[in-house]
């Protein structure tokens, strides 16, 4: 599990109990040792390919990768700048199964900083007629930093354009729509705005069907993500992560900001222990997507509407508002939580507490007054247990055509 691999510290091996720094060894015997003729601290975005660890050397055009299932021994170099043609550094490597045109195989694939794609074949390196180049395409120039996502059997590029399923944008280059295509005025701006900021990252959440992409800002408290929902195909983002980078170990998914590593979609309290105790709960601030309701350049006037919720509490405060044309203030007062009474079952008396159910519906009318062609409804509540928004009901009244 090599970790550090930002270009500036050695990287690390995680043994199951402690932590292995790497360190340069002429003669390596042991787990960590590396006889490498560059400095460590240079080896970052580290991959498994055909049983080998390969390594980007930073700002440089070579890649690296050390000995048949070794943890350490000599790390050879691979300098792949005559096969980029538009120039620039090695930018992130991936190992992909894909069909390379003699049946499925795992392939080793380069991309650089102006996003020339380069894809070996084979299992050795260090034999010319078993690696062998399998093309070189040139793509739009990648993220600044870990372009390539591996995503159910394939791998998505990570560019300024957006985010593309390789195995389509290879064949048909930029004729390809990338998955963000709703997004994609606006991933694409912030790629080239805070291309010189360290926090570019993603990470697939499979218990959650998520794939999420990391957007750092200016400061470290105010990192972005995007998160698609590859059920229903849509995009949301998700504020208040202070996340760079993130990582899955043994199934759990984790992110780390500054000093810390905290770990992700678990429990319902921010800054929990392990069984979900202390912490504070999440103030969550939810807001749908903007829709016409059926009509198209119609004015419309919204007078009621109503969130339908599944709630592991019987009762749960929140407070609801339509926004109209593309206004994403939120609600003011975000009340507080306000949990209801439910019992255990041989624990509680039986004919006087109240008994909890693992789901329970709230359905809420509120009035609204908003007016608009374009309307939104937005939920803001506290949370110290699951709570899904299920759907919305809306009632208004539509005018007619906008000149």
């Known amino acids: 599990f090599p970790s550090h691999d930002n270009g500036v510290q050695p990287p690390a091996i995680f043994n199951g109990t402690t932590w292995i720094d790497f360190v340069a060894e002429p003669a390596p015997d042991a787990i960590g040792e590396w006889n490498f003729s560059g400095a460590l601290g240079d080896l970052e975005n580290p991959i498994v390919h055909q049983k080998r660890l390969w390594f980007v050397i930073k700002n440089s055009t070579r890649i690296a990768y050390g000995p048949i299932n070794s943890l350490g021994g000599n790390l050879i170099t691979f300098d792949v700048s005559g096969l980029l043609p538009r120039g620039g550094v090695v930018k992130d490597i991936i190992s992909w199964s894909s069909d390379g045109g003699s049946g499925l195989s795992n392939r080793l694939v380069i991309v650089s900083s102006e996003g020339d794609v380069v894809i070996f074949s084979g299992a050795d390196p260090s034999v010319s007629i078993d690696f062998r180049n399998d093309g070189v395409w040139q793509l739009s120039p990648p993220a600044p930093q870990k372009p390539f996502i591996p995503y159910d059997g394939d791998v998505l590029y990570f560019c300024e354009r957006g985010v593309f399923p390789l195995s389509t944008y290879l064949q048909s280059n930029t004729n390809t729509p990338p998955i963000?295509?709703?997004?994609s005025n606006t991933i694409g701006e912030l790629v080239r705005n805070f291309k010189t900021k360290h926090g570019f990252d993603a990470i697939t959440v499979p218990n959650e069907n998520l794939l999420i992409i990391n957007i750092p800002q200016i400061s470290l408290s105010g990192s972005i993500q995007?998160?698609?929902q590859s059920e229903t195909g849509?995009?949301?983002?998700f504020t208040g992560l202070p996340a760079i980078c993130w990582a899955s170990l043994n199934g759990v998914i984790y992110f780390a900001g500054g000093t810390n590593v905290w770990e992700a979609f678990t429990?319902?309290?921010?800054?929990?222990?392990r069984t979900?105790?202390?912490g504070k709960s999440y103030s969550a601030v939810v807001q749908q997507s903007f829709t016409t309701l059926g009509a198209p350049g119609a004015n419309k006037h919204v007078s009621l509407v109503r969130v339908n919720l599944l709630s592991t509490t019987?009762?749960?405060?929140?407070?609801m508002s339509v926004k109209s044309d593309f206004d994403i203030s939120p609600p003011d007062n975000i009340p507080s939580i306000s949990t209801g009474t439910t019992s255990l079952w041989d624990t509680s008396s039986w004919d006087s507490d109240v008994w909890g159910s693992n789901a329970v519906s709230i359905s809420r009318w509120q009035g609204a007054n908003a007016s608009g062609t374009y309307v939104s409804v937005?939920?803001?509540?506290?949370?110290?247990?699951?709570?899904i928004w299920t759907s919305t009901d809306i009632v208004f009244q539509s005018g007619g055509i906008l000149s």
């Open 234 to 237: 849509g995009w949301s983002m």
């Open 378 to 387: 937005i939920l803001v509540l506290q949370v110290i247990t699951e709570t």
């Open 276 to 278: 979900g105790s202390n």
């Open 180 to 183: 963000t295509s709703n997004i």
């Open 267 to 273: 429990g319902y309290r921010d800054g929990a222990d």
């Open 226 to 228: 995007f998160a698609f």
């Open 314 to 319: 019987t009762k749960n405060s929140l407070k």
